[in-house]
Every structure is written in structure tokens, then in C-alpha cells.
């Protein structure tokens, strides 16, 4: 079925030069060696679709469906190729033709908007996962069978937001807990958005289903009203509200869009005034810092992880050029076998940097973090790191999934 016209312009689409620089940041061309599966390949496919009007049969499908969407192209291209822009509408094309996306990651995405439901299953999931009824190849890590209670916003007259979203908060609620330590001990109130704000459409955006991505953006807008900050503590959400200006082009969405920040980017000029009330701390344990590739090739806010670390930890920097980790929204469960090479180059290269027994691995997204900890390394998201070594929360050390694909 032919899908044209896909909504990019010819000049977007001419922008490549065919010079072949981004191939070696292309996780599915490096464990694939194809053309067709890197980026250039797929930019061939992509324009002749739009130009030749290429039919979309079951190869093209896969050659589009197998990009992780991780963008590490795009810093590598010197012609400047808008990459992500490119996949993205072919992808909502091939959604609304039901040529990506099967029926029952769109069932899952549509949970998502449910977030009583999603809090209701999660420990029922956890139970599942322990007698083993969930399959290592979903990659995910051991989910939480408590939530512990839920996050309040500290002030109705908040200083910021803590954008709190779905997964993170039903999967990984204790990040939240450090953040709102770490905003209190800066001395400001926070807010959190309403139930209808819990999800922000990065997961529809990242698979074709804008519509319904627009709806929940609207809803999340609508969730944290004012001009407050708003906190984000996983990249992808971070990258996905960033992106509502682009999503819903009002002005409105741009306004929005302009008010959201990593939480590294936020806590990064406050780090030294923390630190000051604080002892320095002896013993820095080593972490290696892996970039998820929506802060580093999408927000580019991956620098304030190291600022905000530094101060409690000495940092082991991988040799990868922040190669992706082939998590990549619901990419593990969707494309496992890919994922599953994508990450095991991942892995060789954090072992690579192992000095002991005791290495950590820092990581600022729910999915790339779950992706890794179910490879059997022991990853913790940079604010949690902070927030322990503060003393502001327990310490934890979210325990592998047993049974490791290394
Ligand atoms: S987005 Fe990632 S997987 Fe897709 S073509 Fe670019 S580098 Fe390759
Ligand atoms: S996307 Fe950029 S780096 Fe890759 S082949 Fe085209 S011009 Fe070269």
C-alpha cells in the first residue's frame, strides 16, 4: 500500500549527501552491517516512498520499524539531516495504514492513559515476573510489588512542577521521591500535575500514533497550569514535552514546551549551593555514566549529569560516543532480537570500564535503566545517586533481574 504524501517537505528530504558519516553511530547498522538498516539506507527508503511512491510491503516495514529512534545520527550528520522528523512522519503514516505498531502494543499504549489501572497492575506484573511468566526477552527489570505512597506536591503555590508521567511513577516512584528531596533541600515548593497529566504521548509519538500523542499533550498542558518550571526525571518524557511546541505548533505548546527542564539542567546551577551545606563526601564510589540518547542527541542536557555527580562520585566515561542502548521506547519488546545485540554492545563496552566488583552504572531514563538491569548490571538514575549520597533517602541498590543475558 502506497503511503504518500508523508508530511516532510523536499528539502528536508534532499538534505542528505549519502556521505555515510553517520553510519558507525547507527546501532542497527553496526550489530547489522546493512545499508538498508542505517540511516542513510533508511532516508533512501524513506524518499522513495514519498518521490517513487514505493509501495510499503513487509520489507520496507522492517527496515522503518527496526530504527530504535535514538537520533544518534543526527549529531553526526554534517549536512544537518533532520533525522528524527523524517522517521517520525513516516512512521505516523505507516501507523494510520496499521503497517507499524501490532494491535497489541496499541492496546498497551492505551493503558497508559488509565494511570489507576497501571498502579493497580503493577504489582500484579511484579507477582508475574517472579514465578516467571513474563520472558526475559521483554528485558524488563524486577518491578517494584510495593509503590510505597504516592508523590504530593509539597505547596498549591508551586515554586516548580515534578512532572511525575506513568511508567515512572507506577515502576520507578523512588526517583521521584529523591527529586522532591532534592528540590526541597534547594528550598523550593513543588507541584504535581492532576491524573489526567500521567502520561505525556512519548511512547504514541515514538510509534507512529500522533493523534492520540496530541491528545494526552493536551492533557498534560492542561495538568500544570502557570509558568512555573517543570521538572522532568526521565529523558524520554523530558525530550517528549520539550517537543509539544512541534506536536501541536499553538502557541500555547510552545510556551509550554519553553518551560520544560531535565532535572539535571534544573539542579546543575544549584548543585554548588548544595554542596556547600553539605560535607564533602569521602569514599566516592565509581559511576559509569551511560547517556540515554534522548538527553544527549535529543535534549543535549546530558553534560549536567556529569555536574551534578561529580561533586559525590568519580566518573567513568564510556568510549561509545553515547551509542544507544536498544531499549528505545517499547523497541525491546517489539524488536527483542535487535535490542538484544544493540544492548549486549552496551554492556561489553560498560564491562570494558569495570575497575571492580563494585561499579554502578548511572542512567536518567526508566527504559534505558530497566533495559540495562535486566543485562544483570547494577544501574541507578544520577539523581537517586545525589539524593543518597545527601543522605536525603535511603540508599538502594535496585536488585538485577536474576538470570542475565551475559
Ligand atoms: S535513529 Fe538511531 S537507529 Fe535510527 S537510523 Fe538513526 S542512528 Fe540508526
Ligand atoms: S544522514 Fe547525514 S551523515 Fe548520514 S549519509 Fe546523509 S548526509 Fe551523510
Not at 170 to 188: D, E, F, M, N, P
Request: one cysteine or more; proline letters at 7%.
Amino acid at each position: 500500500m502506497s503511503v504518500r504524501p508523508l508530511a516532510i517537505t523536499d528539502d528536508e528530504l534532499s538534505t542528505c549527501v549519502g556521505c555515510g558519516l553517520c553510519l558507525p553511530h547507527c546501532p542497527t547498522f553496526r550489530v547489522t552491517n546493512e545499508e538498508a538498516l542505517s540511516p542513510r539506507g533508511r532516508i533512501a527508503t524513506i524518499r522513495s516512498i514519498q518521490w517513487d511512491g514505493l509501495k510499503i510491503d513487509d520489507q520496507v516495514s522492517e527496515i522503518l520499524n527496526t530504527c530504535v529512534q535514538c537520533r544518534g545520527c543526527e549529531p553526526a550528520c554534517p549536512s544537518g539531516v533532520p533525522y528524527g522528523r523524517l522517521i517520525e512522519a513516516a512512521k505516523n503514516n505507516m501507523a494510520a495504514h496499521r503497517q507499524t505498531t501490532p494491535w497489541w502494543q496499541r492496546f498497551g499504549l492505551r493503558l497508559l492513559r488509565h494511570h489507576r489501572l497501571l498502579l493497580i497492575g503493577t504489582p500484579l506484573l511484579a507477582l508475574a515476573q517472579r514465578v516467571r511468566l513474563i520472558p526475559k526477552r521483554a528485558g524488563l527489570s524486577r518491578l517494584p510489588i510495593r509503590l510505597g505512597p504516592p508523590i504530593v506536591a509539597s505547596s498549591k503555590t508551586p515554586d516548580v512542577w515534578l512532572y511525575t508521567g506513568c511508567v515512572m511513577d507506577a515502576w520507578q516512584r523512588s526517583t521521584h521521591r529523591s527529586v522532591a528531596a532534592l528540590i526541597s533541600k534547594v528550598g523550593c515548593r513543588y507541584g504535581v500535575p492532576s491524573k489526567a497529566g500521567s502520561c505525556c504521548g512519548a511512547l504514541h509519538s515514538h510509534a507512529g500514533l500522533s493523534d492520540e500523542a496530541k491528545v494526552l499533550a493536551q492533557a498534560v498542558m492542561t495538568s500544570m497550569p502557570g509558568s512555573a518550571p517543570i521538572i522532568v526525571d526521565s529523558a524520554g518524557c523530558g525530550a517528549a514535552l520539550k517537543d509539544y511546541g512541534h506536536l501541536l505548533n499553538t502557541p500555547q505548546a510552545h510556551e509550554f514546551s519553553q518551560r520544560v527542564c531535565d532535572v539535571h539542567e534544573w539542579l546543575e546551577p544549584h548543585i554548588a549551593t548544595i554542596m556547600q551545606s553539605h560535607l564533602p563526601v569521602m569514599n566516592k564510589p565509581s559511576i559509569i555514566v551511560q547517556d540515554p540518547c534522548h538527553l544527549r542527541h535529543v535534549q543535549k542536557s546530558h553534560l549536567a549529569v556529569r555536574s551534578i555527580l561529580a561533586p559525590v562520585a568519580n566518573l567513568i566515561e564510556l568510549d561509545d560516543d553515547g551509542m544507544c542502548c536498544g531499549a528505545g521506547g517499547a523497541y525491546s519488546l517489539v524488536e527483542p532480537e535487535l535490542a538484544a545485540l544493540i544492548r549486549d554492545r552496551k554492556v561489553h563496552n560498560i564491562l570494558a570500564k569495570f575497575t571492580d566488583d563494585s561499579n554502578i552504572v548511572a542512567s536518567a531514563n526508566p527504559g534505558c535503566l530497566m533495559h540495562l538491569q535486566s543485562a544483570g548490571l547494577i544501574v541507578k538514575h544520577p539523581v537517586d545517586i545525589l539524593a543518597e549520597a545527601l543522605g536525603l533517602v535511603p540508599t538502594t541498590n535496585r536488585p538485577p533481574t536474576k538470570g542475565s543475558t551475559k
